[in-house]
C-alpha cells in the first residue's frame, strides 16, 4: 500500500469525515499553523486563537484514536510558513506516493492547491469536505440562465430535497417563510439568556501570536476564551440554544441592544464554519427540538434559525463558486473611499457604529443585522471601497471566511454585485436602527433631524446615497417609492450639502 498524506486546512475540522473511519499507519495527515494564513488579511486576534485552539484539539483527538498525525505549529523550526513549500518538503521526506487533500471552500487556497497538483511529483486525490447540502456547481445549476438569483427558490428546494419541515412536497405549517415575524424590537429584557460559554486559558497561544509578531486587530480575555473549539463544546452549544434561546430566536433575530451582544443568536457560527458541526444535524436538532416543544416554541423561531442555515448559508456558498473568482472585483457603483480609521478603533460620536464596532473589537462578533444595517449600511450610505470593506470583514468576524464573507459583504450588504445576490441595496435612514434597538438613545447626534450641527449622518447620507445613483437605481421596483418621496421634498439641496459636509469629514464623525 502507498504511502498516504492527507492534508486537513483549519477550517476543515469534521471528525465526522469518512476519512477517519479506520486507521492506516499507511495515512499521515498534516495539520499546519502558517503564517500564509494569519497574514494574508490582518485578522481579529480571537480569529487566529480560535482557529489554532480548535486544530490543536482536533489533532489530539485524532491522536488519541490510533491516527498518525504531524502537526505544524506556528514556531516549528521546519514550519516554512508557506502551504506549497511546506507540502514538498514532507513529501519528499516522507517517501509519500499519494496526496490527498479536501475541497478547500475558499477560491484562493482551491487555485494555490490545483497549481501545487500539476507539479506534485506524487499521485494526488481530492476528496469533498462531506460538510455543505449541496456540492459547488449546484447553484448555478440551479439558476442556470437567470441574471438573479432569488434566494427563497433556492431555501424551498432545499427544504423540499432534505425533508426539511416538510409534509411531503409542501411546508408543514403551509407556509414556506415566515420572515414577517423576525422583526420585532426587543421590549422585554426579562427574556435574556446568558450565553453559553466554555472559557478556556490561552495565553499560551496569545504569547505565540506576539512572539512571533502577527499583527492582529481587537481584544482578547486571555484567561477566559469563550468560543466553542471542539465537537463536543459546539454540541452543548447548540443544545443550550434549542432549550433556552430557540422559543424567542425568530422573533428578536434582527433586533438590537446595546446590553447584550448576543441576544438569542447560537454563536455556532464559528463551529459551523469551521466544521466542527455540520448544518444538517444543526438544522435537523432544531426541527426536532420544535416538533416535540411545539406547545412552547412557535414555527417562526424554528423556520428563522433553520432559513438562514440552509438557505442563506448554503445559497452565499453557491453564489461564490459560481461567480469567482471576477466577484471579488465587483465595484457596481465605483466607490472609491477608504473605510474611516474609527472602523479600526470604534472612536466616534454615532453612537451606533460606537456600539457596534466596539462590539466586534471586544467580542470578534456581531449578529447580522449589526453587521448588514449598521457598519454595512454605514460603507455603502458613505461610499466606501468594497475591497476595503471586504477586507474588513474578512479580518474581525472569528467566523469569517472568505466563501461566505465576500458574499454576504460585496453582495447583500454593499450591491457591488449590482443585483445578483439582493434585489434592491439594504440602506436606510436613523428611522431603521432606532426602530430595532436602543442606540439613537443617548447619542450625539439626533435621529429624527436630517440638517444642522448634530444630524444624524445617515439621514443625509440615505437620500444623497439615492441621489448621486439614480440613474442605476431609479428604475429598480422596489425602490421607486424612496425616489418619488425625494421629489416632493422642498429642503433637497440643503441636505446633499449636509451629505457633502459628512462626506468630506467623516474621520471627525
Not at 444538517?280 to 426536532?288: A, I, M, R, S, T
Not at 466577484?327 to 472612536?347: C, I, M, S, V
Not at 456581531?366 to 476595503?388: C, K, S, Y
Request: net charge neutral; aromatic share 14%; charged share 25%.
Amino acid at each position: 500500500m502507498p504511502n498516504i498524506l492527507r492534508l486537513i486546512l483549519g477550517d476543515q475540522l469534521n471528525s465526522q469525515h469518512s476519512w477517519y473511519k479506520e486507521k492506516n499507519d499507511k495515512v499521515l495527515y498534516l495539520m499546519m499553523e502558517i503564517r500564509q494564513e494569519t497574514d494574508y488579511v490582518r485578522h481579529h486576534i480571537q480569529k487566529i486563537v480560535g482557529f489554532f485552539l480548535a486544530m490543536r484539539h482536533f489533532a489530539n483527538d485524532l491522536e488519541s484514536q490510533g491516527h498518525r498525525v504531524l502537526y505544524l505549529s506556528l514556531d516549528h523550526p521546519d514550519n516554512e510558513q508557506n502551504l506549497d513549500k511546506n507540502l514538498t518538503r514532507i513529501i519528499k521526506e516522507n517517501g509519500i506516493d499519494l496526496f490527498a487533500y479536501q475541497l478547500p471552500d475558499e477560491h484562493r487556497l482551491d487555485e494555490q492547491l490545483s497549481k501545487f497538483s500539476a507539479y506534485s511529483t506524487c499521485q494526488v486525490r481530492v476528496y469533498d469536505t462531506e460538510h455543505f447540502l449541496c456540492n459547488r456547481e449546484f447553484l448555478g445549476n440551479f439558476f442556470k440562465g437567470k441574471k438573479t438569483y432569488l434566494m427563497e427558490s433556492f431555501y424551498r428546494e432545499m427544504r423540499r430535497k432534505f425533508s426539511i419541515l416538510m409534509d411531503g412536497t409542501e411546508p408543514l405549517t403551509g407556509k414556506w417563510n415566515y420572515d414577517h415575524e423576525n422583526r420585532d424590537k426587543l421590549k422585554d429584557l426579562h427574556l435574556l439568556k446568558p450565553a453559553k460559554t466554555h472559557p478556556k486559558d490561552v495565553s499560551d497561544l496569545v504569547n505565540l501570536i506576539k512572539t512571533q509578531k502577527i499583527k492582529t486587530i481587537g481584544e482578547i480575555q486571555e484567561d477566559a476564551f469563550e468560543w466553542p473549539a471542539s465537537r463536543e463544546e459546539s454540541l452543548e452549544v447548540l443544545d443550550y440554544f434549542c432549550k433556552q434561546l430557540l422559543p424567542y430566536f425568530g422573533l428578536y433575530q434582527n433586533a438590537m441592544y446595546t446590553g447584550d451582544p448576543f441576544l438569542f443568536h447560537s454563536r455556532l457560527s464559528f463551529a459551523l464554519n469551521s466544521k466542527m458541526i455540520s448544518p444538517l444535524e444543526l438544522v435537523e436538532k432544531v426541527e426536532k427540538y420544535w416538533l416535540e416543544n411545539q406547545d412552547s416554541i412557535g414555527i417562526a423561531q424554528a423556520e428563522g434559525f433553520i432559513r438562514q442555515i440552509i438557505g442563506w448559508r448554503e445559497y452565499m456558498r453557491g453564489v461564490y463558486w459560481d461567480k469567482m473568482p471576477e466577484y471579488a472585483g465587483l465595484n457596481y457603483f465605483d466607490h472609491q473611499r477608504k473605510l474611516p480609521e474609527f472602523f479600526w478603533t470604534g472612536k466616534t460620536k454615532m453612537n451606533c457604529l460606537r456600539h457596534a464596532i466596539g462590539q466586534s473589537l471586544e467580542k470578534a462578533y456581531a449578529h447580522h443585522i449589526q453587521r448588514l444595517m449598521v457598519t454595512g449600511n454605514f460603507a455603502l450610505l458613505a461610499g466606501i471601497h468594497p475591497d476595503e470593506v471586504d477586507a474588513w470583514y474578512l479580518g474581525i468576524y472569528i467566523d469569517a471566511i472568505e466563501w461566505v464573507e465576500i458574499t454576504n459583504t460585496r453582495g447583500m450588504s454593499q450591491f457591488a454585485d449590482g443585483g445578483i445576490v439582493g434585489t434592491k441595496p439594504y440602506v436606510s435612514s436613523a428611522n431603521y436602527i432606532d426602530k430595532m434597538g436602543d442606540y439613537c438613545k443617548g447619542c450625539h447626534y439626533k435621529k429624527q433631524e436630517k440638517t444642522g450641527d448634530k444630524a444624524c449622518p445617515f439621514n443625509s447620507l440615505y437620500w444623497h446615497f439615492y441621489h448621486r445613483h439614480a440613474d442605476k437605481l431609479s428604475k429598480n421596483p422596489r425602490i421607486g417609492m424612496m425616489y418619488r418621496t425625494w421629489e416632493k421634498m422642498k429642503n433637497r439641496q440643503e441636505i446633499l450639502d449636509q451629505a457633502d459636509f459628512y462626506l468630506k469629514h467623516l474621520e471627525e464623525l
